[in-house]
């Protein structure tokens, strides 16, 4: 079994957006798998995301971690990103080629 987490290292914000003040506009990510072996798998990237809607702005300090990974799992498909951890997992687990010296030089 698999387990995973989001991590938010970054947030890019505009001062000013439509008369609203710190903007988030983008947000950078990771999510990172990891299986019952301790073996982990992570896709990392970042997110625009779209103007804010003035009825429902959240004020910057107001903000938490759980409302961004809401708005980045509206805006990305998690089920390309798990895929793409499961298979990194799988290549280290069981592994189809590696890099070694040449018969020569040994």
């Not at 008369?19 to 798998?41: F, P």
């Not at 804010?52 to 300090?61: A, D, I, K, L």
């Not at 951890?85 to 018969?103: L, R």
């Amino acid at each position: 079994m698999i387990t995973y987490k989001w991590t938010i290292p970054a947030v890019e914000k505009q001062f000013i957006l439509k008369g609203l003040a710190d903007v988030i506009t983008e947000v950078h990510w990771r999510y990172i798998g990891k299986d019952e072996n301790g073996i982990t798998g992570q896709v990392y990237g970042s997110q625009k995301l779209n103007e804010p809607n003035y009825e429902s702005f959240t004020p910057y300090s107001e903000i938490s971690e759980e409302e961004v990974i809401k708005w980045l799992e509206s805006n990305i498909d998690v089920e390309d990103i798990k895929k793409s951890v499961i298979s990194q997992i799988e290549s280290i687990t069981n592994p189809s080629k590696e890099t070694s010296s040449p018969p020569w030089s040994v």
